[in-house]
């Protein structure tokens, strides 16, 4: 599993940049569980940081059913350098809607960066807020060409991605994502106790923000040491 991490400025990324992440998440944690932050903020993240080993990842929102917005936000981010770019399918409920919504994030990462890879996120707590399934998220990742698919939460109240969905339906989620061909990202208030059951399910990449800041508060700054711990918890 690569291991990544959501910085939310340039001196988040910094310490996270030295922490031997694998991937390092631009977002903006007031915005939403897949808030997006400021394009002169990803592109100094970028240019500052890259180096070989590193890989660069882009939030750019929980959208709504605007397709040209998600796509211009999409087409910005890979073209300031993003390897990965992430949207969230938030304000869709089915088939119908999100794969137009799909379809347009993933245009726009080709035509800003052909090789930068579309991930299309759904959430754990889609039942919570009467969001899309997790089987219909990934029939519109594959339809759409995207390169993955992730779970997030986006509530942010303490409930993380166990309890939101049963480990057999997280299984079931990761198994339709390999069959369509999808690379896949597991994510939600995270904590240490939860790596051995993210390493059973074995899901590509691993998302963690709360987990690595002060006090487990994913509102409060990436802190170095609960960091290293978790590094070395996840074996490195």
Known sequence: MKLLV???????????????ADILDLKNPAEGSLGANFPWVLAAVI???????LEF????????????????????????GADYVKAGLYGVKDLRRALPLAAAVVKGVRTGRPRARAVIAGYADWRRFGGLAPLDLVRAARKAGAG????DTALKDGRSLFDNMTHRELERFLAAARKAGLGTA????VRAE??????????DIVGLRGAVCLGGDR??????????????????
């Open 6 to 20: 959501s910085p939310a400025d340039l001196r988040e990324a910094a310490v996270v940049a030295r922490s031997g």
């Open 47 to 53: 240019r500052r940081l890259r180096r070989p080993g």
């Open 57 to 80: 990842s882009a939030a750019i929102g929980d959208l709504g059913f605007q397709p040209g917005t998600a796509a211009l936000a999409a087409h910005a981010a890979a073209s300031l």
């Open 148 to 151: 993955l698919v992730m779970l």
């Open 186 to 189: 597991l994510a939600g208030s």
């Open 194 to 203: 939860h790596l051995p059951a993210l390493a059973a399910l074995g899901p």
């Open 219 to 236: 509102r409060r700054r990436v802190c170095p040491r609960r960091l290293a711990e978790l590094r070395r918890a996840c074996g490195a």
